[in-house]
């Protein structure tokens, strides 16, 4: 793990510091302790020194840049260890512009700083501290606190913060919609005010205000189910996400799963020749990218599953930019974007898929490069299913399913007529929103995809 | 209402007491001709006499054990301590006998006695004029502790005081007799000893101080106000008992707490204070609380700008409640 270099605070009341200049290039090697860089701030010049041995592999900010204390504004660590990438960039007159809220430094009026300024430096190794008042509050009214923007010391959640987010989204406290129900006595349990003879109906409907719709009548709560052991495992932003997506797509596309079986001999056949070969160039080489140039050989030969429904028409879309969904075990799975598929070999795109494969288990991977895909992959095979069917990445056309390749006997025809072989085999499954396109053109596209693997050359 | 600074509040009350009631007397050093060291007494031994306005010997032990021994044959003394800093040689009559007296004898004697001292720095009094000693009495049991931090809460409190019948130990901040001024009606009203008060209502943050720190703090919520922050103060007024619900209520609303006071930071009353937002208050809490307080070192300093470095100011204050707000 490398280490992070922070602004640090310069004082009680010093909330920024200016980076006056670089002690070490990139790439030359600190020591603990080694002053690294000159800061300045409205009352010192002051160094700041490395927090580790090493390498100082990244530097975020150019000299003459203000950021806030506690932004990340460097690392160290062993040579070549991969870090982050710059979170601003570069505009035309050399100017500093944040890629998102990044930490430059806002007018010295005091505004309060965006919520994810000091998110480099505070969000990285955990969440940042919670207090004891927005713990408690955060439970009453059921919030998934990773939706709070903060505007406390790092980014933390506030009570007000949490206040004005529950003011926004006019939430109640779980239970207390319920409470004053239950501490109102039906209808029929209050005192009579000579209505006693009139139709119960009647007397129900008239009570609450007339123009309104009858209101529901408040039953007896049914009996309580037996009491049965359980556990509460409380919701992650991210199992949040994909629940949220999962049924969002399943309510906006009525999907339908074709599946076609494809005889991967000669894939293997080729993997197997490079494997060594890709290692040696520090690549691993998976079946993956096998399965990302099919499938944009295919979209380029049917553009239209490339595409997404839109109220003004079909959007096809002339670029290949493939979802890979990575998962990440138990906490769920993520899908970044490998852009412009088409436009890499098989080694580039080997190459492509271990670098978001393996940022995405460090959860390293940044917001824009887990959106904006036209066509998603994914592979239940990794995990020994045969086959599947996929619910589209929205807003695509269709998601590609790769079950697992096994070895089974299957009949082949030669020219001696027909034999029982021993082959590679796999089921690939392609769900695709029936708004958009028919049975037809999704077997269209299934053949060429079965076509380029069963001719992989 | 006539404006009245704090040491003619104070005298006042001395005064209506005296005459309400023939049990109260004065008894302390310079308190007889000379009206006090700080005029707390003046005209009162024209007014009523040698027999009620005793002048003491040096010895504030004896101040204290004329008092304790009055009062348990039915007077009413108000014991003048010059400076809290020379209480100490009284410290065993104080905790040892006047607050353990009703408990000690199951409720059979009672000692109705207040015991005043000027507390404080800030006059460059140096270490024998300036300490804060309140923290010493409010741990024990029996004593009730009052600091008022201004001249309406000081009349009032006083007389309650008198008429309180446990010993009552009554600090007035001697920087603010005569800088704090305010309202004061003439004649007979009581501050009720214990509840604390609410003087500035805010939403950010609570300060929570008493005395001449109390002062300090509503001028620092004012400095802070210009900059958006709205700071709650609250003035313990009653260090012993403890008004906890008001502690309590305001920390609810708030969810941050700063504590201001001179004495030294540690053990000091502060401690107390974060100790019950802690225990009763944590699921309320939006930050650490925070303790402002005078430095761990043997004494005030005698030279202004080390004073000024061992004292909380209202630009401390200020300064802290910004580091409070900000988190």
């Known amino acids: 793990m490398p280490t992070q270099v922070i602004m640090p605070q310069l004082g009680e009341s010093v909330v920024e510091g200016k980076i006056l200049r670089w002690l070490k290039r990139e790439g030359e090697p600190v020591r603990q302790f080694e002053p690294l860089l000159e800061v300045e701030t409205e009352k010192v010049t002051t160094e700041v020194t490395a927090p580790a041995d090493g390498v100082l592999l990244k530097i975020y900010f150019p000299e003459g840049v203000t950021v806030r204390a506690g932004t990340l504004i460097a690392m160290v660590g062993r040579p070549g260890e991969p870090v982050p990438g710059r979170p601003y960039r570069v505009g035309h007159g050399g100017e500093i512009e944040p890629l998102e809220e990044a930490p430059v430094a806002a007018p010295a009026a005091g505004a309060a700083p965006p919520a994810s300024e000091l998110a480099p430096a505070g969000r990285r190794e955990g969440s940042p501290r919670i207090s004891p008042v ?23 959640v506030t009570k007000k913060d949490l206040l004005a987010y529950i003011e926004r989204m006019q939430l109640q406290p779980a239970g207390a919609s319920t409470a004053p129900r239950e501490a109102e006595p039906p209808p029929w349990e209050q005192p009579g005010t000579g209505e006693l003879f009139r139709p119960t109906e009647e007397v129900l409907q008239a009570a609450p205000a ?14 309580a189910a037996p009491a049965m052991p359980y556990e509460i495992l409380p919701l992650t932003s991210m199992r949040r996400a994909i629940a949220e997506h999962m049924v969002r797509s399943k309510h906006t596309s009525p999907h339908v799963t074709t599946v076609f079986e494809v005889d991967m001999s000669r894939v293997m056949a080729h993997y197997e020749a490079n494997r060594a070969a890709f290692e040696r160039e520090g690549v691993r080489l998976t079946l993956t990218p096998y399965f990302i140039m099919a499938a944009v050989a295919a979209l380029k030969a049917y553009p239209i599953l490339n595409s997404a429904w839109t109220e003004e028409g079909i959007r096809v879309y002339r670029v290949y930019h493939i979802g890979v969904a990575v998962s990440l075990g138990e906490e769920g799975l993520i899908v970044p974007v490998i852009r412009n598929a088409d436009t890499y070999s098989l080694v580039g795109l080997a190459r492509a898929v271990q670098d978001v494969v393996e940022r995405a288990r460090k959860r ?16 239940h095979g990794v995990s020994g299913s045969l086959f599947a069917t996929p619910i589209i990445n929205q807003p695509n056309c269709a998601i590609l399913g790769v079950g697992r390749v096994h070895k089974r006997p299957v009949v082949v025809e030669t020219l001696q007529g027909d034999a029982l ?3 590679p085999m796999v089921y690939l499954a392609l769900t695709i929103d029936h708004r958009i396109v028919d049975g037809a053109q999704a077997d269209a596209f299934m053949s060429k995809v079965k ?3 069963e001719g992989w050359a | 209402m006539p404006e009245k600074t704090l040491i003619e509040a104070i005298r006042e009350a001395i005064d209506e007491e005296m005459a309400r009631d023939p049990r109260v007397f004065v008894v302390g050093e310079d308190v007889g001709p000379r009206g006090g060291v700080f005029r707390a007494t003046m005209g009162l031994w024209q007014k009523y006499g040698e027999w009620r306005v005793i002048d003491s010997p040096l010895a504030e032990l004896s101040i204290v054990a004329i008092g304790i021994g009055a009062a348990l044959n039915g007077f009413r003394p108000i014991c003048e301590i010059q400076f809290a800093d020379f209480i100490h040689p009284a410290f065993n009559q104080i905790v040892n006998e006047a607050a353990r007296f009703f408990y000690r004898s199951g409720g059979v004697y009672n000692v109705p006695m207040v015991i005043r001292a000027p507390y404080g720095g800030g006059i460059s009094g140096g270490l024998y004029h300036s300490q804060s000693v309140e923290a010493f009495f409010a741990h024990v049991p029996g004593l009730k502790v009052v600091v008022p931090s201004d001249p309406y809460d000081a009349k009032g409190l006083l007389k309650a005081a008198v008429r309180d019948p446990n010993p009552v130990l009554f600090f007035e901040p001697k920087k603010g007799y005569r800088l704090i001024k305010g309202e004061v009606p003439d004649g007979d009203y009581i501050v009720p000893i214990g509840p604390a008060k609410v003087t500035r209502e805010g939403s950010d943050l609570t300060v929570f101080a008493y005395g001449m720190m109390h002062y300090y703090a509503l001028q620092a919520a004012e400095m802070v106000a210009k900059e958006g922050i709205d700071v709650e103060v609250v003035d313990l007024r009653t260090l012993a008992p403890v008004d906890k619900a008001t502690i309590l209520n305001s920390v609810r609303k708030t969810g941050k707490a700063l504590i201001v006071y001179e004495d030294n930071l540690t053990l000091g009353y502060g401690a107390e204070v974060a100790a019950i937002l802690a225990e009763e208050g944590f699921e309320y809490l939006d930050g650490p609380v925070m303790r402002l307080a005078g430095l761990d070192v043997p004494g005030v300093p005698f030279s202004p700008p080390m004073q000024d470095f061992f004292m909380p100011s209202p630009q401390k204050i200020a300064e802290a409640i910004r580091r409070l707000a900000r988190y």
């Open chain 1, 134 to 156: 927005v713990a408690r509050m955060a439970a009453e009214y059921g919030i998934d606190l990773s939706k709070v923007s903060g505007t406390g010391e790092g980014g933390r």
């Open chain 1, 210 to 223: 007339p123009a309104a719709p009858p209101a529901p009548v408040a039953l007896p709560p049914p009996p």
């Open chain 1, 364 to 379: 390293q991977l940044k917001p824009d490069e887990v959106q904006g895909s036209t066509f998603t992959l994914t592979n």
């Open chain 1, 421 to 423: 072989a021993i082959r």
């Open chain 1, 451 to 453: 076509t380029v693997l």
